[in-house]
């Protein structure tokens, strides 16, 4: 262990020894004891205050001391490169480069070569909903974007889900010819094709635009019983067209390159109210069964 007297204590300096003064001039660098030319010439430091102490000056700042820190600053830098940084700049530039390219190759038409079914992640619109998160809007909420506002997009939904389509605000705006799946869930009128009665999301007996309308003649080529399973199949059938019918509409938004999905409809319990009749149309594009005769 050193010894101190204790004067060079309070100078902080420690008493010569042996082996000590060996090591330290070995790496002096590295000893807080040693004084720091800036700490002695300090930017405050006047011009006359330097050359008032002009010989302080010139013992405080060695010359050696400077060269090996700016070789240690050195190394220290090489200790912290990371190949993880160039990899990124060399993507990122290709990435942009090949933007670049494509945007002047196309005229103008697209930054990705054209391609129709990009990935989301190529979509401005995924990256701000991964920034901002999904909204969820009421439907009251939601009413306000149905495109009689020109400054505020055009959002539709389906089946709860949320999309803006005001890429084809031509068609959705008003005077478009589908204006009146804007600002509402009209799940239902994609359906029955009654645009403007349906505009809901209830969808609660839409089933029976696609079951057959009975016929005492027809239905007497069947028992009772077989007319009965017949009925539970046709219903059955009838649910999975309803289903298809929303499911084919919501992946076409899902999977649109021009639109993007925005959130989800927040809906109160009950929100669908009173059963609703099927509409004239859908009614009237109802037939009867196919009687076993016919079916040959
Ligand atoms: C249940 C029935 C129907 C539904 C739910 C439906 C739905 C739609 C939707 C959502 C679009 C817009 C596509 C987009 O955003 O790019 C569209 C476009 C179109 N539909 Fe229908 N449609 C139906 C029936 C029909 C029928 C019967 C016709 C023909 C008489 C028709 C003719 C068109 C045309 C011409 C377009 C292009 C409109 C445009 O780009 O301005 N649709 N349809």
């Known amino acids: 262990m050193a010894a101190y007297d204790s004067t060079a204590r309070l100078r902080r300096v420690p008493v010569a020894q042996p082996g000590f003064v060996e090591e330290l001039s070995d790496s002096e660098d590295d000893n807080i004891f040693v004084p720091r030319p800036e700490k002695v010439t300090t930017a405050t430091t006047t011009a006359t205050e330097a050359a008032a102490t002009p010989t302080e000056t010139q013992e405080a700042a060695p010359s050696k001391p400077r060269k090996s820190r700016k070789k240690r600053l050195r190394v220290e830098e090489e200790d912290d490169y990371s190949p993880y940084l160039d990899i990124v700049r060399v993507v990122t530039f290709l990435l942009v480069a090949s933007c670049g390219v494509s945007y002047l190759v196309s005229n103008g038409e697209s930054y990705f070569w054209g391609m129709k079914n990009k990935p989301d992640y190529l979509k401005l619109s995924w990256w701000k909903l991964q920034y901002n998160g999904p909204k969820y809007l009421t439907l009251d909420e939601l009413a306000r974007y149905d495109g009689t506002n020109p400054n505020a997009p055009v ?30 869930d009209a799940s239902r009128g994609f359906v029955t094709g009654c645009f ?13 635009m696609f079951l057959p309308l009975d016929n005492p003649e027809i239905d007497s080529y069947w028992t009772p019983e077989e007319l009965a399973k017949k009925k539970e199949d046709e219903l059955h059938e009838a649910r999975k067209r309803v289903q298809g019918a929303v499911k084919h509409w919501s992946e076409f938004f899902r999977k649109s390159t021009k639109y993007s999905y925005v959130g989800q409809l927040v809906r109160e319990l009950g929100w669908e109210g009173e059963l609703k009749p099927l509409c004239k149309v859908a009614q009237d594009g109802r037939g009867f069964r196919t009687s076993p005769k016919e079916e040959d």
Do not use: K, M, Q, W
Request: charged share 20%; hydrophobic share 30%.
């Open 196 to 208: 403007a009665e349906d505009r809901t999301g209830d969808v609660r007996g839409v089933e029976e």
């Open 155 to 184: 959002y539709l939904s389906i089946n709860g889900s949320i999309y803006d389509v005001s890429a084809g605000r031509h068609i959705y705006g008003p005077g478009g010819s589908y204006h009146y799946f804007a600002g509402v």
